[in-house]
């Protein structure tokens, strides 16, 4: 068990670029969570899903983001149009149904300029 | 909705003393409750977690927390600081198994 994995771990873009985000989670855990920190805050949910269905999306998560997670394993995040204010710690989660407990991978650190 | 607050949001202590960290939720029941900490530049590693039960619940490095139901409190403590421990800590709360909620986190300064 290696733990949640998050690639790449920094990304430096500029304003209105794409940029892709990729989560692996821990292997047998059926549920994933994006989270988003800003500096000196406290992770925000953005979404989760369930295998490979998406159950949950905050109202944070605007029509540029747009997540996936295809076969249930792993997960990307894009953003899309980047924006300064999207200049933040992506924060991968990834847990048991059932289990309310969350692993989380080091994250992604995006700097839009 | 659910949320959580962290009324300090830094706390210095000097190596050695006993530390207490500050965590109010506000959800109509009881909630999933949990303790992360976060050292600079990296992701959140789980000190303790409440479900049920005993309401003084150990968990790793030396961290106790109790839960309160008639302060809506989930206090985190620890008795004796190791400089080791300087970090943010973050207090998180979820409705069985869902999305967390967290709060405003606090910065923990040690002092030699």
């Known amino acids: 068990d290696t733990g949640v994995s998050q690639d790449p771990r920094h990304k430096i873009t500029k304003r209105g670029q794409n940029v892709t985000f990729r989560c692996d989670p821990i292997s047998e855990h059926n549920r994933l969570y994006w989270y988003r920190q800003t500096l000196g805050q406290g992770p925000e949910f953005l979404t989760y899903?369930?295998?490979?269905?998406?159950?949950?999306k905050s109202r944070l998560l605007s029509d540029r983001f747009s997540a996936e997670r295809p076969k249930g394993s792993f997960s990307t995040l894009e953003i899309q149009r980047t924006e300064q204010g999207d200049s933040a710690m992506y924060l991968c989660a990834s847990s048991s149904s059932g289990s309310g407990e969350q692993f989380f991978g080091p994250g992604t650190r995006l700097t839009v300029l | 909705a659910q949320s959580v607050t962290q009324p300090d949001i830094h706390i210095t202590v000097s190596e050695g003393a006993s530390l207490e960290l500050r965590c109010n939720y506000s959800y109509g029941a009881t909630p999933y409750l949990f303790w992360y900490v976060q050292s600079p530049g990296q992701g959140l590693q789980l000190l303790l977690k409440y479900f049920s039960g005993d309401t003084l619940v150990q968990g790793i490095k030396g961290f106790e927390a109790e839960f309160k139901r008639s302060q809506s409190s989930f206090n985190l403590r620890k008795p004796s600081v190791h400089w080791s421990d300087a970090a943010e800590y973050f207090c998180?709360?979820?409705?069985?198994?869902?999305?967390?909620?967290f709060g405003g986190g606090t910065r923990l300064m040690v002092k030699p």
């Open positions: 899903f369930q295998n490979e269905a998406q159950l949950e």
């Open positions: 998180a709360s979820n409705n069985a198994g869902n999305m967390l909620t």
